[in-house]
């Protein structure tokens, strides 16, 4: 096949079967939802009523129960991480923690 070139498959600007059934079924949707308020009309008021109870999930997002407490963490909440940038500063790091194992105390 020479470079650039098409050599066989569809022509440019052909669409592929499933744009075809797409587009197809998007037509009868369009066709038929044009036909809805004629046939909200035709119904009673309870049928109406479950008529639009079924289309709300569409057009109105669902919510939920959110309980909301009054209680707040204890600050820090990572009283335990440390931040070592240096070869230097995690040795010192590593003297004091080793100081506070040996005589019991906490400094850091």
């Known amino acids: ?18 744009t075809a059934i797409t587009e197809n079924i998007e037509d009868m949707v369009l066709q038929e939802f044009n036909k809805i308020p004629a046939y909200i009309e035709s119904l009673n008021n309870k049928e109406r009523l479950e008529f639009i109870i079924k289309l709300l999930p569409y057009a109105v997002p669902k919510y939920t129960h959110k309980t909301i407490s009054d209680e707040t963490p204890e600050l820090p909440i990572f009283d335990q991480i440390q931040i070592v940038t240096s070869v230097d500063e995690k040795e010192r790091l590593e003297k004091v923690e080793a100081y506070e194992k040996e005589h019991g105390v906490e400094i850091l």
């Open 1 to 18: 096949m020479a470079k650039g070139y098409k050599t066989g498959g569809r022509k440019t600007g052909t669409p592929n079967k499933r």
